[in-house]
């Protein structure tokens, strides 16, 4: 687990960066199975809309 034990601060932006892009493939799987008529290059369009928009 993430908080189990004292982690770098190398490897907790390796952490954050691997949820990021976790985070960005499931985005894209949706797009897909929920508007199947989007080519490839309107998916990755599209995903880079929603995260660069983002507010935490």
Same mark, same amino acid.
């Given at each position: 687990m #993430?908080? %189990? +034990? !004292?982690?770098?601060p @190398?490897e !907790?932006l %390796? @952490?954050a #960066?691997n #949820?990021?892009? *976790?985070?960005k493939? #499931? !985005? +894209? *799987? *949706?797009?897909r199975k &929920?508007?199947?008529e989007?080519?490839e !290059? @309107?998916i %990755?369009?599209?995903?880079? @809309?929603? &995260?660069?928009? *983002? +507010?935490?």
């Amino acid at each position: 687990m #993430l908080y %189990t +034990r !004292k982690y770098s601060p @190398q490897e !907790k932006l %390796t @952490q954050a #960066l691997n #949820l990021y892009l *976790a985070a960005k493939e #499931l !985005k +894209r *799987a *949706a797009l897909r199975k &929920f508007h199947p008529e989007l080519s490839e !290059k @309107q998916i %990755t369009e599209k995903v880079d @809309q929603i &995260f660069r928009n *983002a +507010r935490t």
